[in-house]
């Protein structure tokens, strides 16, 4: 899709009022510039975790028995682990995330969407055989490092928090 024909699609959107237009072009870019992959602590993760000699693929697609569809950040796909970096806003950290101050009307359920995705994906993969890490980026690289490590070597509790 050409930038115009995405700018125009952007304006439609916000016409009919399926989200709302940003506050100025300095907003837009810095929303636009939020990656889905490839954030700075995944890549560090990764980084570390290669390192340490652990092959793994990088968000590959899980479609499970069920028909859940899965993008992992980090798959270990020989031992079934599966490891999430989480974003502390956009998967309403306890500790740090904030609810939106403008347009709760779209940020409130949106957020609270991604939180039950979160729950669905991570039950899917744990009925399917998988065992689950979920990291909240504020972590430390050598907590978050850990949390995998004794998953993959020991088959520890799935989850980091603090």
Same mark, same amino acid.
């Given at each position: 899709m050409v930038q115009g024909d995405r700018s125009e699609a952007r304006a439609r959107a916000h016409a009919k009022g399926l989200y709302p237009a940003?506050? +100025? %072009? /300095? @907003?837009?870019?810095?929303?636009? %510039?939020?990656?889905? !992959? +490839?954030?700075?602590?995944?890549? !560090?993760?990764r980084k570390a975790?290669?390192?340490l000699g652990y092959r793994y693929r990088k968000d590959l697609r899980l479609t499970l028995d069920d028909g859940v569809k899965v993008r992992p950040d980090v798959v270990f796909t020989a031992?079934?682990?599966?490891?999430?970096v989480d974003g502390c806003f956009w998967h &309403?950290? $306890?500790?740090? /995330?904030?609810? $939106?101050t403008s347009n709760e009307?779209?940020?409130? $359920?949106?957020?609270? @969407?991604n939180v039950e995705r979160d729950r669905l994906v991570t039950s899917a993969l744990e009925c399917a055989g998988w065992r689950? &890490?979920?990291?909240w980026e504020h972590v430390s690289?050598?907590? %978050? &490092? !850990? %949390?995998v490590t004794d998953v993959l070597e020991?088959?520890?509790?799935?989850?980091?928090?603090g």
């Open positions: 940003p506050k +100025d %072009a /300095g @907003r837009s870019r810095n929303m636009q %510039a939020n990656r889905r !992959a +490839d954030t700075k602590p995944e890549v !560090a993760l975790l290669h390192h031992r079934k682990v599966a490891v999430f &309403v950290c $306890p500790e740090h /995330g904030r609810q $939106p009307w779209y940020w409130t $359920p949106k957020l609270r @969407r689950v &890490v979920r990291i690289l050598e907590t %978050a &490092v !850990a %949390a020991h088959g520890f509790d799935s989850t980091s928090e």
